[in-house]
């Protein structure tokens, strides 16, 4: 398995988002503009779009493609699809809950094996959830303290995710969608881009 080792602070600066999105609150005392000295081509911009929730979500260019090509097979436009799949994927969900404070903790968690969907446990954290999955935190992972703290110094969870923080549980009451995400995306440019 790929792991990235770049700097988060360097990436996000370079991407041009927080780095709240992904769960650290750390912040550089480096120059903001750096990178408006030069114009972005249009291929830069939608290149740059990728590599943006590439790197939000965790994901390498293989599996992102082939959530490209999932979302242009579904109704509606394929950016708003990509976002839903990317949202609806199992570590991302438990960083959603707030058992975990960043995504590469969150996928930690699910490769343990503490994190049940609808009873069974699940160890894949692409693993897509649907509308109506109950997803919950292993009995014996309760009585960590790692989860506790995370837990009530959690974010507010999106409106399509129902958290019950005493049970460590959550539920899917809708699929996402792409008002629901808390970062800027402009995703018609990376269809725009697979689309050359």
């Known amino acids: 398995m790929a792991v990235s080792r770049e700097p988060i602070l360097k990436r996000c600066r370079y991407l041009g988002i927080s780095p709240a999105v992904l769960g650290y609150s750390k912040s ?29 979500y965790g994901v390498l260019e293989k599996q992102f493609y082939h959530y490209f090509e999932l979302a242009t097979k579904m109704e509606g436009k394929a950016g708003d699809n990509l976002i839903t799949c990317l949202e609806t994927r199992l570590d991302n969900i438990a960083f959603r809950m707030g058992i975990a404070t960043t995504r590469r903790d969150a996928r930690e968690i699910v490769t343990h094996g503490h994190i049940y969907v609808n009873g069974s446990r699940v160890d894949i954290p692409s693993y897509r959830v649907k509308k109506g999955d109950v997803v919950t935190l292993a009995d014996k992972a309760k009585s960590i303290t790692k989860f506790k703290d995370a837990l009530e110094s959690s974010r507010v969870s999106p409106s399509w995710l129902t958290v019950n ?9 809708r699929l996402p969608s ?10 018609h440019l990376i269809v725009e881009l697979y689309s050359k």
């Open 165 to 173: 923080k005493e049970a460590f549980k959550a539920t899917i009451e």
């Open 28 to 56: 550089s005392n480096r120059k903001k503009d750096t990178n408006t000295r030069k114009k972005l081509s249009e291929y830069g911009m939608q290149l740059k779009e990728k590599q943006k929730l590439k790197f939000i």
């Open 178 to 187: 792409i008002e629901d995400v808390d970062y800027p995306v402009e995703a």
